[in-house]
């Protein structure tokens, strides 16, 4: 079935750094990908998102592309905040994987930034 | 404003009491979905719904209970079979059932 493989954190960065967090997908088909980003102790909000291969997403400077070739979907920005400090967690959906067109999530990746 | 409101934010209950937890949207989205999160742990999917008096179960239904009487409602009652009921709960909501998921603030219950 369908599934989203995020790198392990937690990643700790210093004020102006680059940051890359890694997402890998399975699926078949054409699923869309997303980004979404949780501060402590509230709800995910959507980051952005990607409908099909090489679309790239981009909101408040972070960006993803849509890497069919190596079903991928990395989550990218130049220049992180301590703002920025939060859980990323990857997901797709749709494709024939049989996730019943639910979004399913990677696990998480915990930043921490420090100034 | 659009958007998704959970009630209420902090919860706790004694253990063998049933719980309901509120899921009010008003972005006319027809699908909607509670999630449990566990400390540092992703999201696991409890109960869907796509329309008005129809839902479906997600990877963790059992201890757990839905109604959609309307579409703005998703109300989530934890009940006393739940072996472990404390969690972050998490309501979504989306236009269609492949569309990007708008989130609510959480229910943080605990159980004692």
């Known amino acids: 079935g369908n599934s989203v493989t995020q790198m392990e954190g937690p990643v700790t960065l210093s004020e102006e750094a680059f940051l890359t967090i890694n997402c890998t997908y399975t699926?078949?088909?054409?699923?869309?990908l997303f980004w979404y980003v949780q501060y402590p102790g509230e709800g995910l909000q959507l980051l952005l998102k990607a409908t099909k291969a090489d679309d790239k997403g981009s909101n408040k400077g972070f960006e993803a592309t849509y890497r069919k070739e190596t079903t991928s979907f990395h989550l990218e920005k130049g220049s992180v905040q301590v703002s920025d400090s939060a859980v990323y967690f990857c997901a797709l959906s749709g494709g024939y994987g049989g996730s019943q067109g639910n979004l399913i999530f990677g696990k998480g990746t915990k930043l921490s930034v420090k100034p | 404003d659009g958007g998704i409101t959970q009630s209420p934010k902090y919860l706790f209950r004694k253990e063998g009491q049933n719980v309901t937890l509120s899921c009010e949207q008003n972005?006319?989205?027809?699908?909607m979905y509670w999630y449990r999160q566990d400390p540092g742990q992703g999201l696991r999917l409890i109960y869907y719904?796509?329309?008005?008096?129809?839902?479906q179960k997600g990877d963790i239904a059992e201890g757990y209970s839905v109604s959609r009487e309307k579409k703005e409602s998703f109300p989530l009652t934890v009940t006393s079979a739940q072996k472990n009921p404390t969690a972050f709960y998490l309501c979504?909501?989306?236009?269609?059932?492949?569309?990007?998921?708008?989130f609510g603030p959480g229910t943080r219950l605990t159980v004692t």
């Open positions: 972005l006319n989205h027809d699908a």
């Open positions: 979504a909501s989306s236009i269609k059932r492949e569309a990007e998921q708008y």
């Open positions: 719904s796509q329309i008005v008096n129809d839902f």
């Open positions: 699926a078949t088909g054409y699923p869309s």
